[in-house]
């Protein structure tokens, strides 16, 4: 059993998706273990998001990921890492599986409804940086 952390984008709150989103976690064998919506400042998602610092649209990124709210989630499950990214598609929703979240939902390449780990270390890392243990409830 493994952990990952899960961000539902600010372009998906915005339009009332948390539920359908969160469904297809649940569809897919994952379980939502904690949960919290979040309004972040532009530091902060720009903190969250500091591997990307020197990409060009890393500016961009921060706006929008502090443009509404967002739900921060930590989800369970077998392979919980890979089993969350195969179910978000890929970063492109034009290249995404149909039936991926971004494929249905995403709007496009930076407004893309979802956020999920990339490795154990990164999964540590994000749950630690949002949650505390007293707030993941298996
Ligand atoms: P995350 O789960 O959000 O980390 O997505 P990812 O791992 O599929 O993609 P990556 O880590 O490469 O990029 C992080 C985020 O930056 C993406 O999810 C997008 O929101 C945004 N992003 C990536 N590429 C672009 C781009 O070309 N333009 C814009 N505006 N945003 C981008
Ligand atoms: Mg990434």
């Known amino acids: 059993i493994q952990r990952t952390f899960s961000i539902i984008k600010p372009d ?13 976690f649940e569809e897919a064998g994952l ?11 532009k530091a902060q998602a720009g903190e969250f998001y500091k591997v990307h610092a020197e990409r060009p649209f890393y500016d961009e990124l921060c706006e929008f990921m502090a443009s509404a709210p967002i739900v ?21 929703p034009a ?23 990339d490795a154990p270390e990164t999964a540590a890392e994000e749950i630690a940086y949002f949650f505390s243990g007293l707030e993941l409830v298996g």
């Open 12 to 24: 998906a709150t915005r339009r009332n998706l948390t539920g359908k989103i969160n469904a297809k």
């Open 31 to 41: 379980r939502v273990v904690a949960q919290k919506r979040i309004h972040l400042s």
């Open 72 to 92: 921060a989630q930590v989800l369970e499950g077998e392979d919980a890492i890979a089993k969350n990214r195969e179910v978000m598609g890929a970063t492109n």
């Open 95 to 117: 290249d995404a599986d149909a039936g991926t979240i971004r494929a249905e939902f995403a709007e496009s390449v930076g407004e893309n409804s979802v956020h999920g780990s």
